[in-house]
């Protein structure tokens, strides 16, 4: 008959071994994770740059444009700051602000979910 000790030695070390299974699993599962956090991080930065921007560059950060020149399809939407025209929006985000200022592309109005949907020619489901 084997003795209690024994037993408990034998559980503990089993368990010690499943912990440290989990723990290489999980640095490998963090590992992966990582990758996809910075390809994320990257794929956002390449989508933000203009592309196919004609004319002098904008000011200068380290090698790459500072100042958001245009927008196509796609686009990340910049932080706003100070003087940032509409311009650096994609066109779908433009045409939202068009119909958030009337048509008049100054001042914007206050819509529900509903009005904006009818104002850019949708359906207004709930």
Do not use: T
């Amino acid at each position: 008959m084997p003795s209690v000790m024994g037993l408990l030695e034998e559980r503990e070390r089993a368990a010690r071994q499943r912990v440290e299974a989990l723990q290489a699993d999980l640095r490998e599962a963090e590992a992966v994770w990582e990758r996809f956090v910075i390809a994320g991080e990257v794929v956002a930065e390449v989508l933000a740059e203009p592309r196919g921007v004609k004319g002098p560059p904008g000011e200068v950060v380290g090698e790459r444009p500072a100042r958001v020149v245009g927008a196509v399809p796609g686009s990340v939407v910049p932080v706003w700051r100070e003087g940032l025209a509409a311009s650096v929006l994609s066109p779908h985000y433009q045409w939202l602000m068009n119909a958030l200022a009337g048509g008049s592309g100054v001042d914007a109005v206050a819509m529900d979910c509903r009005e904006l949907a009818v104002a850019v020619g949708l359906e207004p489901v709930p």
